[in-house]
């Protein structure tokens, strides 16, 4: 048996997370890579999150047409290729199901919506990636650690408690001086019973 084929249950493993929203909630946030090269696509682990890396997407009027006549051309039996684009359509359309996951990737710089509305763009890549046949090798690395990252329950309940008890400035002031103050009683009381000579 070739040791390289994937067996059905690692490819099902791999697509545990759904989209942006589900991304961030396990704390992944998104940087642009500042090119336009499909194959700019990286994932990093930090220690209380971690970061994909996304090329700039702009999509405008005339992306639907250019998506399909790349991906026609790719399919062409005339010369071999990797499927470039058809794979980056793919993942793309596994992080794009809704409308709010177009608005975080316009509110991090990484697709420039000249289309019109959010729920166009993710119409979109809805319509574009039916009936593809990606490579499943080209961001088989990527996609191997952000699912490695989505089953960690550490980073889930770390990415959580962050998100809910400091997601503005005042609650980290907050939890600050309670940290400070419990630290100062406890300086207190430790003088208190162990006085000075």
């Known amino acids: 048996m070739n ?3 994937k067996s059905p249950d690692e490819n099902v493993k791999m697509m545990t997370y759904r989209n942006i929203q589900d991304l961030r909630a396990v704390g ?5 890579s500042k090119t336009r090269r499909p194959r700019d696509i990286d994932f990093s682990e930090g220690w209380f999150a971690a970061e994909l890396t996304l090329p700039e997407i702009v999509v405008d009027d005339t992306s639907a047409a250019t998506f399909l ?9 005339d010369f071999e290729n990797d499927y470039g684009i058809c ?3 793919a993942f793309m359309d596994s992080l794009i199901d809704h409308p709010e996951d177009v608005k975080v ?19 979109l890549f809805n319509i574009i990636s039916t009936d593809l046949v990606p490579n499943t090798e080209t961001y088989n690395d990527v996609r191997a650690k952000i699912h490695d990252h989505y ?3 550490c980073n889930t309940w770390i990415a959580e408690g962050f998100h809910t008890y400091f997601s ?9 001086a309670a940290f400070t103050a ?9 003088f208190a019973i162990n006085p000075a000579c």
Do not use: H
């Open 168 to 176: 503005n400035p005042w609650a980290i002031i907050a939890f600050i």
């Open 151 to 153: 089953c960690n329950r």
């Open 69 to 77: 006549n790349l991906i026609a051309y790719e399919m062409c039996p």
């Open 3 to 5: 040791s390289s084929k």
């Open 28 to 32: 992944i946030r998104l940087k642009s």
């Open 87 to 89: 794979s980056f359509a």
């Open 105 to 123: 990737l316009r509110s991090k710089g990484i697709l420039l919506n000249s289309l019109g509305s959010d729920e166009e763009v993710a119409e």
């Open 182 to 190: 419990l630290i100062l009683t406890f300086i207190q009381t430790w």
